[in-house]
């Protein structure tokens, strides 16, 4: 939750239809805005793709992709996208409500019958927005384990037998196990695994030819090595990991560009209805109940809370109609930025831990040349 209250950034943007293409000047502009933010806290590598329309027109990584074997990042680097896989999972899921397999307003033992009942029903909607109580990571040793889950299911012995947090629906808190179950719900409704219905489903139809699952023993090709700041502000390497039991919330690979044409898809009719897209990309959770979540909070004047889709944050203070979602985990750091209105899309990923907040500004700097805001 911290970080889709500690990110957003004001900037003056235009609202009116944008060319297909970027100018040079603006290419300029981006690419200076680009290293500007790299020096700025020290990131190794970072790519960027933009999308217009229906076109990734701006696709370049920059720095190190490995620094310990001078390797440098490339448009084909992957990263860990971290909780950008929500989005792609939320995608999943509204396909198969579409279908008429999945009832938003289900209670989620329908499809994960291995999760117990908690008194009150803790339903579809409520895990799409993060209102359901399933609680997030418990402590750093859970946020850094490395169990491997061989199937998806197992990773409900992590969190299936504890209480909820709050009554389901009356506060947001984030959670990336609340997105395990929608990945077990997933599987229970397709008959296939979570990884090959998002490969079949998902990522073929956007084409998304480098998105896979972040599996710590495949050969992937151009992975990037991941890393953090000492206190110092040295480059370290990052900590351990294994993300196979939080897949679905949190555990794969992709490149900036297969990021940026997921944008194109998500809103195009490929992988939903535009009517389905649209909802998505709408606020589903009440004022009231944002209101009580950010009770006792303490937020920067001016602050104007998001909203929450079906695996979106909806509106920043720079842009009440942006959509968006971050990402940070060990060694990684994504944003994914969209404008519905003028179809822009902006997707950023890096080899470095803990930049929400730079990204976040980068892709708000980003839209603001690229929509001729005042930046």
Known sequence: MRSFLTVLVAT????????????????????????????????????????????????????????????????????????????????????????????????IQRYVPGYPHKGQPVTVRQLLTHTSGVRHHRDDAEYHTTRECAALKEALEMFAADSLLHAPGAKVTYSTYGYVLLGLAVEGASGKSYADYLRDRVLRPAGMTQTQPDRVTDIVPNRAGGYGLTESGALRNAKLVNTSCRMPGGGLLSSAGDMARFLIAERNGTLVRRETAAMMQSNQVKPETIQRTLQGVALPPGYVPPGFGFGWAIGSNARRDAVWHGGNQQGATSVIYYLPQQRLGIAILTNLEEQGNALVELAETIAGIVAGGAR
């Not at 944008?18 to 981006?30: D, E, F, G, K």
């Open 12 to 107: 003056s943007l235009a609202t009116s239809p944008l060319p297909a293409q970027l100018s040079p000047t603006q290419v300029q502009r981006v690419e200076q805005a680009i290293r500007a933010a790299m020096s700025r806290v020290r990131i190794p590598a970072l790519s960027v793709a933009i999308s217009l329309g229906d076109s990734v027109t701006f696709d370049r990584a920059f720095g190190m992709s490995d620094v310990e074997n001078f390797v440098p990042a490339k448009p084909s680097t992957v990263y860990r996208i971290a909780s950008n896989a929500k989005p792609l999972t939320a995608t999943a899921v509204m396909q198969l409500v579409e279908r008429g397999r999945i009832s938003l307003d289900a209670p």
